[in-house]
Nanobody
């Protein structure tokens, strides 16, 4: 019914940059907050950044000043520009979106997750 498809992960050297994208598709009425989370091997999933439909942003302290989250509401897409990458940024990055769907005149709201994209930063 709703899909979140991520792209843009890969291997980069420390100090480099990557841009992640996540596009939502399906029976979408509207999208509230969107965000990025990450999970390193052996660790719990953690918040990286979120952005509201109005553009207000929130970042984890570990990425402030290095990562920028943005969104294109017309394309139902959220982006994560990552700069000055560190080895400790290595993780699987997941997109999350609070989506209101419509089906047969009925509305439903829930959070959806993408499949994840691997980001590996080498030293």
């Amino acid at each position: 019914q709703v899909q979140l498809v991520e792209s843009g992960g890969g291997l980069v050297e420390a100090g480099g940059s990557l841009r992640l994208s996540c596009a939502a598709s399906g029976s979408i009425f509207s999208i509230n907050a969107m965000g990025w989370y990450r999970q390193a091997l052996g660790k719990q999933r953690e918040l990286v950044a979120t952005i509201t439909s109005g553009g207000s942003t929130n970042y984890a302290d570990s990425v402030k000043g290095r990562f920028t989250i943005s969104r294109d509401n017309a394309k139902n897409t959220v982006y994560l520009q990552m700069s000055s990458l560190k080895v400790e940024d290595t993780a699987v990055y997941y997109c999350n979106a609070d989506i209101i769907t419509i089906r047969y005149s009925s509305y439903a709201s829930r959070h959806y997750w993408g499949q994840g994209t691997q980001v590996t930063v080498s030293s």
